[in-house]
């Protein structure tokens, strides 16, 4: 007995030291953090703190966990989330480092391993858990399915498919007994991975029925429509010979010349005009001193009496906010901020002996390089887009043109395949005649042996009724027995009945029910200690109610004096904030007054420059203008008289003037007709791209029309090959259903009329239970005199 004591306690002690090893994984693992530690020094470092106790084989394990679910974090975490999604109502999430570690064990290490320690392991933890766990992992049609795909993105699918999903499929055989137990233990049942594998196949496998066409005849081709007229050329006419004598140059000056005349024109009718003048214009008015007369008037309305108005008040007093808890704490906690603040400003002041108004400075011009960076950044994320969206189109049509040539594809394929059906469908044919041939000389010596099961049916039906009739006779008398039995059975009963029972007794409050439990007590005991109850209870409330009172009043000074020191910090700082503000207002004061001298100095200084130039060029100018015009006097006075040189010098300003305007005119026309060409030229444009546009869509939508068409044709041809096929095996099974039953009908005739006889019995019977039942319910329904 001792041994065996001994050894319970050492596997109970076992099973303890799994339990503490998993949760010291799920502890090293949760608390890792990779921006304070490297895995090794973590490790290191909770081994030392928690793990003391531990051997140091178990240690080497838990390095090794911790490890390989570091390495392979992505790996684990998608087949957890998947898992999670999945199985949402048999999972929590919080298990997830759980089911990181055991899948872990299972899918890499499960090879070393001992397969007898794992499972103690296993059996160790919550068999819930471990239930749907392995029943996922081992499923490997939902992991194919939902987790491959995922797994792909990471891993090679060569090394998935084989070494993971192999692996799996290698150690089910060895897991079958861990995963009937543990569903078992779950949930009372047995495993459905397990059963569908110890299911056994069908050994043979029911061909499929082949369909036949129906020998229909093929309709006459329709004639071709005959081939549409060409449409007849147009042919423009030649070029008229007068419109390439004149050249554009010549055009010009033509239009030139009529404008001047035209121009002559209208001067010569309005030289000789003269304005119309109204002498009521020139009669003396008072309209201004009317006019100051009425506005005079309307202000004097306008003066309001101000007598009551209340002036604007000057200095406004603050108002005192009443500050409630939550306030009070607010106001406590910003203080608090500002004080650490302060503190740790002097203390770099003291430290460093420096101020951070240069790193400020100079983080405003990383910031301001930074936005440089940013808006380059921008620009170049713009032209890259641009680049995609150009490689977009591209790839857009190249998908265009692949399209096209898989759908030419696809219809050589049917085509092949319509050609190979056909094929198959004769040879279905053939083979269908053979085995009538064959059915039909079997059928011709089925009558010998029909005759002979006839026989042998009647003889063993004979024997049937008399074994029937034997063994209805030996229940009658087993019926018969039970009913003498269990009618004694009653008649004992009854005179148990009969028989007075005393259930009455007299109560005492004092005594005990006798009913042998711990705490157990007469009614006048019970009274007693309530009593004893609610006067402790009333004492207990008492002393809960002077600490509320006591707890409120200390509450309350407490927060008065946090009151009086924000109000003392908030007066400090109004005043502090009244005299930056009145500094920063001088400041301002001095810097615009500073730069309105030097705005004023500098305006000053340009203007005087721009005087002194302008009186410089126009005392030149004045210079040089006499000087031509004395020049050009003396020679007209030199070689003509007076009035030749007036005339003289009125022409040139006339043919100056008249040079001016056109000069100008031609100026402008040469601007309007450049920018009339560059409209011209961006309406061409615009047009050329809208039609290249309207094409490029025409021609799609027409390519897409035609392929729909297609295909809408083949999807017809396919519904339409589908419904003759399903047509035609419904008729044949029909057929053969049909002859299935006369040959059994005719093959054994017996068993046919039986059968009928049978129906009949039962029709009648069935009657015969319906009129009774109606007699039943009819008597019922009578009166009680009546029926007695």
């Known amino acids: 007995m001792y041994e065996l004591n001994m050894k319970i306690l050492k596997q109970y002690q076992i099973l303890m030291r799994y339990q503490q090893l998993i949760t010291h994984a799920i502890d090293l693992i949760k608390s890792y953090n990779p921006i304070i530690l490297t895995p090794d020094s973590h490790c290191e470092q909770y081994i030392q703190e928690n793990c003391k106790k531990l051997f140091d084989t178990e240690i080497m394990f838990l390095k090794q966990v911790f ?27 919080n298990d997830g480092t759980l089911y990181q570690i055991f899948s872990y064990l299972i899918i890499f290490r499960l090879d070393e ?7 103690k392991m296993v059996s160790e933890q919550d068999p819930v858990k471990m239930n749907v766990l392995l029943q996922f992992l081992f499923d490997i049609e939902k992991i194919q399915t939902h987790i491959k795909p995922l797994w792909i993105e990471i891993y090679d699918p060569q090394y998935i498919q084989e070494t993971v999903i192999g692996g799996l499929e290698q150690h089910f055989p060895m897991m079958k007994d861990l995963l009937t137990s543990l569903s078992s233990r779950a949930t009372g049942k047995q495993s459905e991975l397990v059963e569908e594998d110890e299911r056994p196949q069908s050994a043979t496998k029911k061909q499929p029925t082949k369909t ?52 002559k024109k209208v001067q010569d009718t309005y030289k ?61 906690m910003l203080l608090k901020k500002k004080q650490e603040i302060e503190k740790e400003r002097v203390k770099n002041l003291e ?174 005991e019970l009274r007693d200690r309530l009593e004893v109850v609610k006067a402790e209870r009333k004492a207990e409330e008492e002393e809960k109610r002077k600490e509320i009172v006591q707890s409120k009043d200390e509450y309350l000074s407490s927060m008065q004096k946090k009151v009086q020191e924000i109000k ?6 109004s005043q502090q904030k009244n005299m930056e503000r009145e500094a920063k207002k001088l400041k301002k004061q001095k810097e615009e007054e500073l730069r309105k001298k030097i705005r004023e100095e500098q305006l000053i200084e340009v203007q005087s420059k721009i005087s002194q130039k302008k009186q410089i060029k126009s005392a030149e100018e004045q210079r040089i203008a006499a000087e031509v015009r004395e020049t050009k006097l003396r020679q007209q006075y030199m070689n003509a008289n007076k009035a030749m040189v007036e005339m003289k010098a009125w022409k040139s300003q006339q043919d100056g003037l008249e ?73 044949i099974q029909r057929e053969w259903k049909e002859e299935h039953t006369k040959n059994m009908i005719t093959r054994d005739e017996y068993k046919q009329k039986i059968s009928e006889t049978s129906l009949q019995n039962s029709k009648k019977k069935s009657q015969q239970q319906k009129v009774k039942f109606q007699q039943s319910r009819q008597l019922e329904q009578l009166p009680s005199a009546q029926y007695s």
Do not use: C
């Open 659 to 731: 040079r001016e305007i056109k000069n100008r005119q031609n100026e402008k026309l040469i601007v309007q007709e450049g920018i009339e060409s560059v409209n011209l030229k961006e309406r061409k444009i615009l047009a050329e791209q809208a039609k290249r546009l309207v094409k490029t869509k025409v021609d799609f939508n027409q390519a897409y029309d035609k392929e729909l068409k297609t295909a809408y044709q083949m999807n017809e041809e396919l519904h339409r090959e589908e419904a003759e096929n399903r047509t035609q095996m419904h008729n």
């Open 67 to 93: 490890s390989g679910v570091q390495r392979y974090e992505e790996f684990l975490k998608i087949l957890t989330k998947t898992m999670f999604t999945i199985l949402s109502s048999t999972t929590n999430r």
């Open 351 to 524: 430290v460093n002996l420096r101020d951070s108004g240069e790193f400020e400075e100079w983080k405003k011009q990383q910031d301001e390089i930074e936005q440089i960076a940013r808006m380059e950044h921008q620009q170049q994320k713009k032209i890259e887009m641009e680049l995609a969206r150009e490689a977009a189109m591209r790839a857009q049509e190249e998908k265009f043109k692949e399209n096209r040539i898989l759908a030419e594809k696809m219809k050589e394929e049917a085509i092949e395949r319509l050609k190979e059906r056909q094929e198959l469908q004769q040879e279905q044919v053939e083979h269908k005649k053979q085995l009538i041939e064959q059915i039909i000389e079997a059928e011709k010596k089925v009558h010998i042996q029909v005759e002979k099961v006839q026989e042998k049916n009647k003889q063993m039906a004979e024997d049937q009724k008399l074994e029937m009739a034997r063994k209805l006779e030996l229940k009658r008398q087993e019926d018969e027995q039970i009913r003498i039995k269990r009618e004694e059975l009653i008649k004992q009963i009854r005179e148990l009945e009969r028989q007075p029972i005393k259930r009455t007794k007299g109560y005492d409050p004092t005594e005990t029910m006798g009913y042998g439990l711990l705490e157990e007590m007469s009614l006048a």
């Open 272 to 332: 000789e005009a003269k304005q119309f003048e109204f002498k009521t214009e020139q009669r003396p008015t008072n309209y201004e001193t009317v006019k100051k007369e009425v506005e005079d008037t309307l202000n004097k309305q306008l003066q309001f009496n101000m007598k009551y108005a209340k002036p604007v008040p000057t200095e406004l007093e603050a108002a005192e906010i009443k500050l409630n808890a939550a306030a009070i704490l607010r106001e406590e």
């Open 212 to 263: 036949i066409p129906f020998k229909l005849s093929e309709t006459k081709k329709k004639p071709e429509p005959p081939p549409p007229p060409k449409p007849e050329q147009y042919k423009s006419k030649p070029v008229p010979s007068y419109l390439n004598k004149r050249t554009l140059s010549q055009v010009e000056e033509e239009n030139k010349q009529r404008l001047e005349q035209s121009k």
């Open 568 to 573: 003392a910090h908030r007066r400090a700082e």
């Open 113 to 119: 391993l001992p397969y007898n320690e794992f499972k």
